[in-house]
């Protein structure tokens, strides 16, 4: 049975208002914060593609394409809010606090990477697919039993819906009535599985309703849509109302990670004709259709965002080695003798090296 749900959209790809409901909510202070977090992300997310192609970094999750999905329902949540990331949602934790030291450290393979700054709650990225839904149905419903009023967002994609770990987190969400927004980026690829071939399902939101918990979609790389209908989500769910699932419709333009070649199972040209529907340009030619925009103003803004990154990568290299002994230390309370051998064979092995 097929069961019909919309795309919301409050911009179109030609920088047009098509929902007149939000235009008084939509100001130039907003307006500009969203093309500075756009604009921010992106540099970090093609700098960081380009440290690890130089070994400075380890494989890397690329998520160029997605960053209004990402940037406009971070900057829904309030200060006390969890955000519970996957390994891709590095546009939204440093739109939300994380630093981007801190975010380069976890793809450098630092634990230090997964700690947040003290005034944020975010949630270590998860690597296994849709294991962090539970997480985040449980933080939300932490915050349920103390009695505040603050909810949580957890980030997948389409490929996490397939697993058993989404069905089990709606569930429990629903039967708790826990204030989390379940938040799907579908760029229609589980690494190399088309949407297609995953569900037979015409969309995502539809899934929602076996669980008796809203669900609805929007256009992913609308930065207004996704914020608002997120934020409204949010509204509701903290008074109340239950969990929301979201599915954000975008796309990734590159790979899975850089460890993978997409051309292999898709043809790239795709995404180049994805390009026109940029959540970037989107919002350029928004800005110049209702407001002054001023090229030096952009180019101030780049000139900024970049010298942020360079001197996030500065201190990345310059951060203090790790210390072996780490690896043995915290995996049990006391060494087992088979760890001990171990430290001792790759301690002895190193020595009078930097390590």
Not at 72 to 91: E, M
Not at 157 to 173: I, K, Q, V
């Amino acid at each position: 049975m097929e069961q019909h749900f919309s795309i919301r959209r409050v911009v179109c790809e030609d920088g047009i208002l098509l929902n007149t409901d939000y235009e008084s909510l939509i100001t130039k202070e907003l307006v500009e914060k969203f093309y500075y977090h756009l604009l921010r992300t992106r540099a970090f997310d093609k700098k960081a593609v380009s440290l690890q192609r130089q070994g400075r970094i380890g494989t890397y999750a690329p998520y160029e394409g997605q960053e209004a999905s990402q940037v406009g329902s971070a900057l829904a949540l309030n200060d006390k809010d969890w955000l519970v990331p996957s390994y891709r949602d590095h546009g939204a934790s440093i739109t939300f606090g994380q630093s981007l030291l801190n975010s380069l450290l976890f793809w450098k393979g630092r634990n230090e990477g997964c700690i947040p700054p003290e005034n944020r709650k975010i949630f270590p990225p998860c690597v296994p697919i849709a294991t962090q839904i539970p997480h985040a149905v449980g933080l939300a419903y932490s915050e349920q039993l103390k009695g505040t009023d603050n909810a949580a967002i957890v980030y997948f994609g389409d490929g996490a819906t397939s697993e058993g770990d989404f069905h089990e987190g709606l569930n429990y969400a629903s039967v708790l009535n826990a204030p989390v927004i379940l938040f799907c980026q579908n760029n229609y690829y589980a690494i190399s599985v088309p949407y297609e071939k995953q569900t037979n399902t015409k969309t995502i939101a539809q899934k929602s309703l076996a669980y008796d918990i809203k669900g609805i979609r929007v256009d992913g790389n609308d930065v207004f849509s996704v914020y608002f209908e997120t934020k409204k989500a949010l509204e509701e769910s903290r008074k109340g109302s239950g969990p929301v699932l979201i599915e954000a419709v975008t796309w990734r333009y590159g790979a899975h990670t850089t460890a993978d070649d997409p051309s292999k199972y898709r043809d790239q040209k795709e995404s180049e004709k994805k390009r026109k529907f940029d959540p970037i340009l989107r919002l350029e030619r928004f800005m110049k259709n209702y407001y002054t925009f001023s090229d030096d103003w952009m180019l101030q803004l780049e000139k900024e965002i970049d010298n942020e990154i360079e001197e996030a990568i500065l201190a990345l290299e310059s951060f203090p080695k790790p210390n072996p002994n780490n690896v043995i230390d915290y995996v049990f309370n006391t060494p087992t003798w088979i760890l001990e051998r171990q430290r001792e064979k790759y301690i002895n092995a190193r020595v009078g090296k930097n390590y």
